[in-house]
Protein backbone atom coordinates (compact mmCIF):
# COMPACT_ATOMS: atom_id res chain seq x y z
CA UNK A 1 0.00 0.00 0.00
CA UNK A 2 0.84 3.78 -0.59
CA UNK A 3 3.32 4.68 2.41
CA UNK A 4 4.40 8.08 2.64
CA UNK A 5 6.68 9.43 5.92
CA UNK A 6 7.69 12.56 6.80
CA UNK A 7 11.06 13.43 8.75
CA UNK A 8 13.37 16.22 9.56
CA UNK A 9 11.10 19.03 11.32
CA UNK A 10 11.90 20.85 14.41
CA UNK A 11 12.53 23.86 15.99
CA UNK A 12 14.38 26.72 14.27
CA UNK A 13 15.31 30.54 14.34
CA UNK A 14 13.84 32.78 11.92
CA UNK A 15 16.19 33.06 9.48
CA UNK A 16 17.46 29.83 9.57
CA UNK A 17 17.08 26.38 7.64
CA UNK A 18 15.51 23.01 7.50
CA UNK A 19 15.39 20.05 5.48
CA UNK A 20 12.52 17.93 4.91
CA UNK A 21 11.97 14.25 3.66
CA UNK A 22 9.19 12.61 2.40
CA UNK A 23 9.77 8.66 1.98
CA UNK A 24 7.65 6.92 -0.52
CA UNK A 25 6.93 3.36 -0.79
CA UNK A 26 3.88 1.24 -2.55
CA UNK A 27 4.36 2.38 -5.83
CA UNK A 28 6.00 3.80 -8.58
CA UNK A 29 7.51 6.70 -6.94
CA UNK A 30 9.22 8.14 -10.02
CA UNK A 31 5.93 8.42 -12.57
CA UNK A 32 3.91 10.78 -10.19
CA UNK A 33 4.12 14.07 -9.33
CA UNK A 34 5.05 14.93 -5.71
CA UNK A 35 3.41 17.72 -3.35
CA UNK A 36 4.21 19.70 -0.04
CA UNK A 37 1.58 21.02 1.61
CA UNK A 38 1.47 22.71 5.21
CA UNK A 39 -0.72 23.79 7.77
CA UNK A 40 -0.71 26.26 10.06
CA UNK A 41 -3.21 26.35 13.68
CA UNK A 42 -6.07 27.94 12.22
CA UNK A 43 -5.78 27.93 8.58
CA UNK A 44 -6.49 25.72 5.72
CA UNK A 45 -4.34 23.26 4.47
CA UNK A 46 -2.13 25.12 1.66
CA UNK A 47 0.07 23.94 -1.47
CA UNK A 48 3.51 24.68 -0.72
CA UNK A 49 5.53 23.25 -4.11
CA UNK A 50 5.34 20.16 -6.08
CA UNK A 51 7.58 18.49 -8.55
CA UNK A 52 6.37 16.55 -11.96
CA UNK A 53 7.57 13.41 -12.79
CA UNK A 54 9.99 14.94 -15.21
CA UNK A 55 11.18 17.07 -12.58
CA UNK A 56 9.24 20.62 -13.23
CA UNK A 57 8.85 22.41 -9.85
CA UNK A 58 6.17 24.82 -9.18
CA UNK A 59 5.35 26.99 -5.96
CA UNK A 60 3.54 29.16 -3.67
CA UNK A 61 3.98 32.40 -3.70
CA UNK A 62 4.67 32.77 0.24
CA UNK A 63 7.40 30.39 -0.24
CA UNK A 64 9.06 31.04 -4.14
CA UNK A 65 13.00 32.27 -3.70
CA UNK A 66 13.20 30.76 -0.27
CA UNK A 67 12.10 26.84 -0.46
CA UNK A 68 13.33 24.47 -3.08
CA UNK A 69 11.34 21.32 -4.04
CA UNK A 70 13.70 18.03 -5.03
CA UNK A 71 13.21 14.18 -5.48
CA UNK A 72 15.55 11.44 -5.69
CA UNK A 73 14.15 8.47 -7.50
CA UNK A 74 16.82 6.34 -6.63
CA UNK A 75 15.64 6.55 -3.35
CA UNK A 76 12.25 7.24 -3.66
CA UNK A 77 12.19 10.39 -1.82
CA UNK A 78 10.95 14.20 -2.13
CA UNK A 79 12.72 16.63 -0.67
CA UNK A 80 11.71 20.42 0.81
CA UNK A 81 14.84 22.37 1.14
CA UNK A 82 13.55 25.42 3.11
CA UNK A 83 15.52 28.86 3.46
CA UNK A 84 15.05 32.01 5.19
CA UNK A 85 12.37 30.67 7.14
CA UNK A 86 10.01 33.06 8.74
CA UNK A 87 7.68 32.78 11.82
CA UNK A 88 4.65 32.06 9.44
CA UNK A 89 6.25 29.09 8.13
CA UNK A 90 5.29 27.80 11.47
CA UNK A 91 3.00 24.54 10.40
CA UNK A 92 2.42 21.20 10.05
CA UNK A 93 4.22 20.21 6.49
CA UNK A 94 2.80 17.08 4.36
CA UNK A 95 3.88 15.03 1.52
CA UNK A 96 1.10 14.58 -0.33
CA UNK A 97 0.36 11.86 -3.68
CA UNK A 98 -2.74 11.70 -6.13
CA UNK A 99 -2.80 7.87 -7.70
CA UNK A 100 -5.49 6.52 -8.98
CA UNK A 101 -8.50 9.04 -8.18
CA UNK A 102 -7.45 9.69 -4.32
CA UNK A 103 -4.93 11.50 -1.78
CA UNK A 104 -2.58 10.18 -0.57
CA UNK A 105 -0.93 11.82 2.81
CA UNK A 106 1.99 11.29 4.72
CA UNK A 107 1.45 11.79 8.90
CA UNK A 108 2.91 15.30 8.61
CA UNK A 109 5.96 16.72 9.91
CA UNK A 110 6.17 20.10 12.74
CA UNK A 111 7.70 22.80 11.71
CA UNK A 112 8.10 25.75 14.40
CA UNK A 113 10.15 29.31 13.54
CA UNK A 114 10.49 31.16 16.60
CA UNK A 115 13.32 32.94 18.75
Known amino acids: QVQLVESGGGLVQPGGSLRLSCAASGFTFSTYTMNWYRQAPGKQRELVAYITDTGSTNYGDSVKGRFTISRDNAKNTVYLQMNSLKPEDTAVYYC?????????WGQGAQVTVSS
Open 96 to 104: KVYRFGRDY
